[in-house]
């Protein structure tokens, strides 16, 4: 599942900027943020206006990059085999069904 609020640093990929400048836009609230701890996020739904898009067509961008980071991570491992992963693709799919 594609978490609703997202790091500095997924957000900054996404509004394709440096992770510092964002974090200083959301310091100075002219980007809405969510802090946590010592950490912000920013709403998907926030994001989707930034962006002038839906949150609907947004989260399935997301969805299909972080899918696309999870291959790379295993596409040069010698010991994946690809039966493996179709079951953990039809995982992830199932679960972003429900």
């Known amino acids: 599942m594609v978490p609703l609020a997202l790091d500095l ?10 992770m510092g400048l964002l974090k200083e836009k959301v310091e100075k609230r002219e980007v809405e943020g969510i802090k946590m701890g ?8 926030i994001l989707s206006k930034l962006l002038r898009t839906t949150p609907e067509r947004l ?5 299909d990059l972080l899918l696309t980071q999870k291959i790379e991570e ?25």
């Open 9 to 18: 640093g997924l957000s900054a990929e996404l509004l394709n900027i440096e």
């Open 38 to 45: 010592n950490e912000y996020r920013i709403s998907v739904f």
């Open 74 to 98: 295993v596409e040069k491992d010698k010991f994946y085999e690809l039966k493996e992963g179709e079951k953990i693709y039809q995982r992830l799919l199932k679960d972003v069904a429900n």
């Open 59 to 63: 989260l399935d961008f997301i969805e």
